[in-house]
């Protein structure tokens, strides 16, 4: 039996248990006492606690024995409620009950009130009187205030259970009490008031299925990979949980792979950012966001220190390469945790265009390992491969690995399966002009197959680029070069044209696209067509200058065009 199931058969036994006792869960901060303790006494049934009510009492920030035994009476809540807080209900309850049980007594007391009224200060300044009976929980020993000695707590504790019948839990991490003489009353009186001490020491794999109980592929994907990491902090687990759950309804109907990639990188930089102390194997956040990245590529400036090889190792042994855009989004989320949803779902279609083209790969190459790794007699089984191949996938198929899977479906007479694979390419791939012209391709000389040769020669004399005018003088400017297929499109363009263009377009862009056609006007040697693309460009920017007397002045002023 685990530790962990042995604390838990502990605690189950105490609060059924007739002999009131004290019991003690020690751990270090974060590792999940306080969350175990939640779950294992609601997991246990109202009827089989055998005292009647429940008081869960934080010490941080406690002053005084008084202040103490005031929490505990103000707390305390039905057993059968152990899910609610305390509240005006409650309290009300608990003070009538008071009343009731100490009868004479309290005559006096509350003959000029009712229940809650001016006298709630009195009615509580005797709340001890009440409490027993009942299953208190005394949590933050280490975090109370500094006039609250540990002498006169372990008092009270006492008194809980030897007077009042009380079962007493006491949680605390005793590693963080360091004063010497505090260490030393906690040994002297801990001894005899605890009977039983437990130290609270999940693994890594104990301390996911304690933080996450829910059931599904994310909460599986957490749990492994908190487990790879070895993180055994319960509020690190929750953090990253939480974070995958705010993620999640962006990813809920895309690939398994970007749920998996989404889980594995938010348990590696939540880990990075807040459990390094007790994760040492886990890189700093800079390594896996520079470093890691740029050493990928072999750009690293100087040779890596021992520290950093053992790393390298660690997301190697994890699966990490280097930040793609998902990443880098999810860093930024995990960081500042404010979740930029455009660059999340920008970055969620990258990926999923990648893990698409990627699946698509690998099943063309399955292909080809089905015929050429053995000598297996399964001709029909290669065809219905071929066959079997989805339009989505015939977009990563090259026109050099078209032609091959062709000749092999003609080489097994399968003449007719072959054309109606080049027919549905030229579908699928119809608007990708650049596809079909095999002189501009540098391996269009190794298409053999004359009937891939003549449609494509026949699409490519048909096709018309249907590219926005706008954004392949973008891509001009962005990369400071151009095709003949460029310069092709934009010389068909009329004035008019360009003027709905240029009016389509706002910001930095427009600029960018102006500058990018006026440009071709100032390269020596420009072609005829270059020159023509410029003087259209320009007639179509006076024409807009006619629209307003401020846009006459943005030509004549910004792009220095004057009306001839």
């Given at each position: 039996?685990?530790?962990?199931?042995?604390?838990?058969?502990?605690?189950?036994?105490?609060?059924?248990?007739?002999?009131?006792?004290?019991?003690?869960?020690?751990?270090?901060?974060?590792?999940?006492?306080?969350?175990?303790?939640?779950?294992?006494?609601?997991?246990?049934?109202?009827?089989?606690?055998?005292?009647?009510?429940?008081?869960?009492?934080?010490?941080?920030?406690?002053?005084?024995?008084?202040?103490?035994?005031?929490?505990?009476?103000?707390?305390?809540?039905?057993?059968?409620?152990?899910?609610?807080?305390?509240?005006?209900?409650?309290?009300?309850?608990?003070?009538a009950a008071f009343s009731k049980q100490f009868g004479r007594l309290s005559t006096g007391w509350f003959a000029k009130t009712p229940v809650i009224g001016e006298y709630i200060e009195s009615v509580i300044a005797l709340p001890f009187l009440a409490v027993r009976k009942s299953v208190v929980c005394i949590d933050d020993v280490e975090r109370r205030g500094v006039d609250l000695n540990i002498r006169d707590l372990m008092g009270v504790i006492s008194e809980l259970k030897e007077r009042r019948d009380c079962c007493v839990a006491i949680i605390m991490n005793d590693d963080a009490i360091r004063d010497d003489a505090e260490k030393f009353d906690l040994a002297q009186y801990f001894e005899k008031v605890v009977d039983e001490s437990f130290r609270f020491e999940p693994t890594p794999d104990e301390a996911a299925k304690i933080a996450i109980a829910n059931t599904g592929l994310a909460a599986d994907l957490v749990r492994k990979y908190c487990c790879e990491l070895g993180i055994s902090n319960i509020r690190i687990i929750r953090k990253i949980w939480r974070a995958l759950q705010r993620v999640s309804p962006l990813i809920a109907n895309q690939d398994q792979l970007i749920l998996q990639q989404a889980a594995q990188s938010l348990c590696l930089f939540v880990a990075s950012l807040y459990g390094r102390n007790d994760l040492p194997n886990v890189p700093p956040i800079e390594f896996i966001r520079n470093t890691r990245s740029l050493s990928q590529w072999g750009f690293e400036d100087d040779k890596p220190t021992d520290e950093q090889k053992a790393w390298s190792a660690?997301?190697?042994?994890?699966?990490?390469?280097?930040?793609?855009?998902?990443?880098?989004?999810?860093?930024?989320?995990?960081?500042?945790?404010?979740?930029?949803?455009?660059?999340?779902?920008?970055?969620?279609?990258?990926?999923?265009?990648?893990?698409?083209?990627?699946?698509?790969?690998?099943?063309?190459?399955?292909?080809?390992?089905?015929?050429?790794?053995?000598?297996?007699?399964?001709?029909?089984?290669?065809?219905?491969?071929?066959?079997?191949?989805?339009?989505?996938?015939?977009?990563?198929?090259?026109?050099?690995?078209?032609?091959?899977?062709?000749?092999?479906?003609?080489?097994?007479?399968?003449?007719?399966?072959?054309?109606?694979?080049i027919s549905r390419y030229l579908t699928v791939r119809s608007n990708e002009p650049e596809v079909f012209n095999l002189t501009k391709n540098p391996f269009g000389d190794r298409i053999t197959d004359q009937e891939?040769?003549?449609?494509?020669?026949?699409?490519?004399?048909?096709?018309?680029?249907?590219?926005l005018p706008g954004e392949v003088l973008l891509k001009i400017a962005r990369d400071h070069g151009w095709n003949p297929e460029d310069i092709a499109l934009?010389?068909?363009?009329?004035?008019?044209?360009?003027?709905?263009?240029?009016?389509?377009?706002?910001?930095?862009?427009?600029?960018?696209?102006?500058?990018?056609?006026?440009?071709?006007?100032?390269?020596?040697?420009?072609?005829?067509?270059?020159?023509?693309?410029?003087?259209?460009?320009?007639?179509?920017?006076?024409?807009?200058?006619?629209?307003?007397?401020?846009?006459?002045?943005?030509?004549?002023?910004?792009?220095?065009?004057?009306?001839?």
């Amino acid at each position: 039996m685990s530790n962990i199931a042995i604390i838990k058969t502990a605690i189950h036994e105490f609060l059924t248990s007739a002999e009131a006792q004290v019991i003690c869960l020690r751990g270090r901060w974060g590792v999940g006492k306080t969350y175990f303790w939640d779950r294992t006494i609601k997991e246990v049934a109202a009827h089989e606690i055998r005292r009647k009510h429940y008081s869960y009492v934080s010490l941080f920030g406690i002053n005084s024995i008084e202040e103490l035994r005031r929490r505990v009476f103000q707390s305390a809540v039905d057993v059968a409620m152990i899910d609610a807080s305390p509240s005006i209900e409650s309290l009300t309850k608990n003070t009538a009950a008071f009343s009731k049980q100490f009868g004479r007594l309290s005559t006096g007391w509350f003959a000029k009130t009712p229940v809650i009224g001016e006298y709630i200060e009195s009615v509580i300044a005797l709340p001890f009187l009440a409490v027993r009976k009942s299953v208190v929980c005394i949590d933050d020993v280490e975090r109370r205030g500094v006039d609250l000695n540990i002498r006169d707590l372990m008092g009270v504790i006492s008194e809980l259970k030897e007077r009042r019948d009380c079962c007493v839990a006491i949680i605390m991490n005793d590693d963080a009490i360091r004063d010497d003489a505090e260490k030393f009353d906690l040994a002297q009186y801990f001894e005899k008031v605890v009977d039983e001490s437990f130290r609270f020491e999940p693994t890594p794999d104990e301390a996911a299925k304690i933080a996450i109980a829910n059931t599904g592929l994310a909460a599986d994907l957490v749990r492994k990979y908190c487990c790879e990491l070895g993180i055994s902090n319960i509020r690190i687990i929750r953090k990253i949980w939480r974070a995958l759950q705010r993620v999640s309804p962006l990813i809920a109907n895309q690939d398994q792979l970007i749920l998996q990639q989404a889980a594995q990188s938010l348990c590696l930089f939540v880990a990075s950012l807040y459990g390094r102390n007790d994760l040492p194997n886990v890189p700093p956040i800079e390594f896996i966001r520079n470093t890691r990245s740029l050493s990928q590529w072999g750009f690293e400036d100087d040779k890596p220190t021992d520290e950093q090889k053992a790393w390298s190792a660690s997301l190697d042994r994890y699966g990490f390469r280097y930040l793609d855009a998902f990443d880098k989004a999810l860093l930024e989320f995990a960081q500042q945790s404010r979740l930029d949803v455009a660059s999340v779902e920008a970055a969620i279609k990258e990926l999923s265009a990648k893990i698409a083209e990627s699946k698509s790969q690998k099943k063309i190459q399955a292909i080809w390992n089905l015929y050429g790794n053995s000598f297996d007699e399964n001709e029909s089984e290669v065809i219905s491969e071929i066959v079997s191949l989805k339009n989505d996938d015939l977009k990563y198929l090259s026109a050099g690995n078209l032609n091959s899977i062709v000749d092999l479906l003609k080489s097994f007479g399968a003449a007719e399966k072959a054309t109606d694979l080049i027919s549905r390419y030229l579908t699928v791939r119809s608007n990708e002009p650049e596809v079909f012209n095999l002189t501009k391709n540098p391996f269009g000389d190794r298409i053999t197959d004359q009937e891939i040769r003549a449609a494509f020669a026949a699409k490519n004399i048909h096709m018309k680029d249907e590219r926005l005018p706008g954004e392949v003088l973008l891509k001009i400017a962005r990369d400071h070069g151009w095709n003949p297929e460029d310069i092709a499109l934009l010389r068909s363009l009329s004035v008019d044209e360009f003027v709905e263009v240029l009016r389509t377009y706002k910001g930095p862009d427009l600029s960018r696209i102006i500058r990018a056609a006026l440009d071709f006007g100032r390269i020596q040697g420009a072609s005829d067509d270059m020159l023509a693309i410029t003087k259209s460009v320009r007639e179509a920017l006076v024409k807009i200058g006619h629209t307003a007397r401020i846009n006459k002045v943005r030509v004549e002023s910004m792009y220095k065009v004057n009306e001839v």
